[in-house]
């Protein structure tokens, strides 16, 4: 077959296979999860097996290893996280109150400083409309918390991901045979050359990543803490958790946590300066110190460029998309350098006398 053959063959089942996750999107993120977690623990289970272990042996070993570990961190984190989350769905409406008290001022101030008229009924409009706003999203809140899909969603995440994590990883090397056994064979050492790079970037990413988010949780989830901030150990296990998406845990973390201390603390400046402080310093960390060492420059691929593939992921299959986004990225970019390479060494780019 030729190369224009083989397009015509592949792109239709890379449709096919997109279309399927889109329609399926809802239900993916166990699986998901689980095939990314056997991804992950596939070193360690290797490295077993070169020591005597069988698959399965090693398997049941760092299965019960791993979610061990987790559910114990669950078990310990779960109750105060749990109830910081009931506290701050209580005290929600005094706070959105305090906030119209404390910003209409500044508002009026602002509107004064730049010399345009103040609409009358300002500050009963903003008290009304961010008081609508917060019934809404706290309605969303506990519609999501207490609602069957939740649930569902949850015991789903519990059960079939340890399950796909189980499978997948005792069939790991087997896995590998059959996917090397379909490639083409005309191809299949470039092929193999194209997923090996890939491998490196996405396992720079996935270990990398567990590191960073692990690193920022309990740095914010203790300094926010300390700091005295309400809520602070939810608002830094969620940052550290959130920031394996680029970008999403630095912004939730920038705008609940100053959103907070600047409720609880106005007027005093410094107590929220010092909030700000401590996220500024964890962004310092993770920017400097942390991804450095950890992702090094195996990603390899421009910030803007994530952006984009968090937000499209997103925008096509949701939070499993906002999940998948950097490691498709992080592939996609492999592929367009392998294939720059090959343009450029072509008589497309080099012309008919090859210059």
């Known amino acids: 077959m030729n190369a224009r053959s083989q397009a015509w063959f592949w792109l239709p089942i890379l449709a096919a296979a997109l279309l399927l996750v889109w329609l399926l999107s809802a239900i993916l993120l166990p699986f998901v999860l689980g095939i990314a977690l056997a991804y992950s623990l596939d070193p360690a289970a290797t490295w077993l097996e070169r020591r005597g272990c069988s698959r399965t042996a090693a398997t049941v070993l760092i299965g019960a290893g791993f979610f061990g570990a987790g559910l114990l961190l669950l078990l310990l984190l779960i109750p105060p996280v749990a109830g910081q989350a009931v506290d701050l769905l209580q005290r929600l409406p005094g706070l959105v109150s ?10 009026v101030w602002a509107l004064n400083a730049i010399g345009a008229d103040q ?16 019934a809404l999203g706290l309605r969303l809140l506990k519609g999501l918390l207490g609602g069957g899909a939740a649930v569902i969603n949850v ?18 090397p087997g896995i590998l045979a059959t996917v090397d056994g379909w490639l083409p064979r005309d191809h299949a050492d470039t092929v193999r050359g194209i997923m090996r790079d890939i491998d490196v970037v996405l396992k720079g990413f996935l ?31 969620a940052t550290g958790a959130l920031s394996f998406i680029p970008y999403v845990g630095t912004i939730f973390g920038l705008v609940s946590s100053v959103g907070v201390a600047f409720l609880q603390f106005w007027p005093d400046w410094t107590r929220i300066a010092v909030i700000l402080g401590v996220f500024l310093a964890g962004q310092l960390l993770a920017d400097y110190v ?15 460029w994530l952006i984009f593939g968090v937000f499209a992921g997103g925008a096509l299959f949701g939070f499993v998309g906002m999940l998948l986004s950097v490691p498709a990225t992080a592939a996609v970019g492999v592929l367009t350098r392998f294939f720059i390479g090959r343009y450029k060494d072509s008589s497309l780019y080099r012309g008919a006398d090859g210059a």
Request: proline letters at 6%; aromatic letters at 6%; glycine letters at 10%.
């Open 98 to 107: 305090r906030l119209v008290l404390s910003i209409g001022p500044l508002l």
């Open 290 to 304: 942390l991804t450095p060492r950890a992702m090094g420059s195996r990603v390899a691929v421009h910030p803007l």
């Open 155 to 172: 015991a789903s995440l519990l059960t079939i991901t340890p399950l796909t994590t189980f499978y997948v990883l005792r069939q790991w």
């Open 207 to 237: 270990h990398g990543s567990v590191i960073v988010c692990a690193a920022l949780a309990a740095f914010y989830g203790i300094a926010l803490s300390l700091a005295g901030l309400d809520y602070g150990l939810t608002i830094g296990l």
């Open 119 to 134: 609409p009358e009924g300002l500050h009963q409009t903003l008290t009304g409309n961010l008081q609508r706003m917060a």
